[in-house]
Nanobody
Framework: EVQLVESGGGLVQAGGSLTLECATS????????IGWLRQAPGKEREGISY????????YYADSVEGRFTMSSDSARNLVYLQMNDLEPEDTAVYYC??????????????????????????????WGQGTQVTVSS
């Protein structure tokens, strides 16, 4: 089965950087997509980036565009989120999650929703356990 494990969270000062890693296993084809999401206490879950592995198309929410970069190392089954210029408002639990076998039109729909800040992470098939990111002022 598909498994996802996040790592790399921690405490960082405002303006600093962190790189999160999602180790993946169990995918049987390239018909899948990986998202990074976050949830802060008292706030809605927020999709912040999304990569379609059929062609590598990547989407970002406006809240992180220009500061965060999603990438992958397919040979090592790793997905990364490089986070720069961190702000206290970025403090949250960060998750990676997978959509599997849903097809390009479905991935496009989530990507568009994410860019519009409307993705709340519903209907993902698999989730990691989460990693805490805390940004101090």
């Amino acid at each position: 089965e598909v498994q996802l494990v996040e790592s790399g969270g921690g405490l960082v000062q405002a303006g600093g950087s962190l790189t999160l890693e999602c180790a993946t296993s169990g995918f049987s084809s390239d018909d899948y997509a990986i998202g990074w999401l976050r949830q802060a206490p008292g706030k809605e879950r927020e999709g912040i980036s999304y990569m379609r592995f059929t062609d590598g198309k990547t989407y970002y929410a406006d809240s992180v565009e220009g500061r965060f970069t999603m990438s992958s190392d397919s040979a090592r089954n790793l997905v990364y989120l490089q986070m720069n210029d961190l702000e206290p408002e970025d403090t949250a639990v960060y998750y990676c999650a997978a959509d599997v076998g849903k097809g390009s039109s479905w991935y496009l729909a989530r990507g568009i929703a994410l860019m519009m800040d409307d993705d709340r992470g519903h209907e993902y098939d698999y989730w990691g356990q989460g990693t805490q990111v805390t940004v101090s002022s």
